[in-house]
């Protein structure tokens, strides 16, 4: 089997919606927790929604840690996808979580006094550096769901504003990262997603 595009199944996210997606963009995505089915796709989801803890534990349990983190193919981790690119994590209840230290960044809790978290809903975003992936968007709005972030490092490349600023997305060579839910966010996000499966790298 040597799939084209590859959705890790983290046991935690909900697959479905990022499947639709694409199929809208005519790309059918193969779901799988196989290293080597995961290692041999053209390009990689790390998919969103659910807890940093558990997703960890997941993909340690199906080696997935190594496989991921030698990837060289295009690899995008959506929401909390993009959070265990990070070092570590505030999510955990024990102390900070090891994560999968792609992204030299900390994840940490947004801090708001006056607005309500989970972060829910429309927001914009900022761009830091110029990014392929936001070819032919601006001034779009994106749809967030989220009460952790990135803070914003030098691999921030967009950055967004809910109480205080945090990384909308990141990039680290063939590895990027998007706060937001592109599978959720309309005309911008379906441009982002097809702008990713066009991706030549």
């Not at 972060?119 to 994106?142: A, P, Q, R, Y």
Request: hydrophobic share 45%; with cysteine; proline share 3%.
């Amino acid at each position: 089997m040597n799939p084209d595009v590859v959705i890790v199944d983290t046991g935690v996210a909900n697959i479905a919606s990022l499947r639709f997606a694409l199929r809208r963009l005519g790309c059918t995505a193969f779901v799988s927790n196989d290293p080597a089915i995961i290692g041999s796709g053209s390009k990689v989801f790390i998919p969103g929604v659910g807890s940093a803890e558990s997703a960890m534990k997941s993909l340690q349990e199906n080696n997935l840690v190594e496989a991921i983190q030698n990837l060289q193919v295009p690899t995008l981790g959506i929401c909390l996808g993009m959070q265990i690119m990070a070092k570590s994590s505030e999510e955990s209840a024990s102390g900070k979580l090891s994560c999968l230290s792609i992204v030299d960044a900390e994840v940490e809790c947004l801090k708001s006094t006056d607005l309500a978290l989970p972060h829910m809903g429309w927001n914009t975003v900022s761009m830091v550096k110029d990014s392929i992936l936001f070819e032919g968007i601006e001034n779009e709005h994106f749809y967030f769901v989220h009460s952790l972030a990135v803070s914003t490092v030098a691999s921030t490349v967009a950055t967004c504003e809910y109480g205080s600023v945090f990384s909308a997305s990141v990039e680290v060579d063939n590895f990027y990262g998007v706060q937001f839910h592109p599978e959720l966010s309309s005309k911008a996000g379906s441009r982002l997603l097809q702008n990713f499966l066009e991706l030549d790298i």
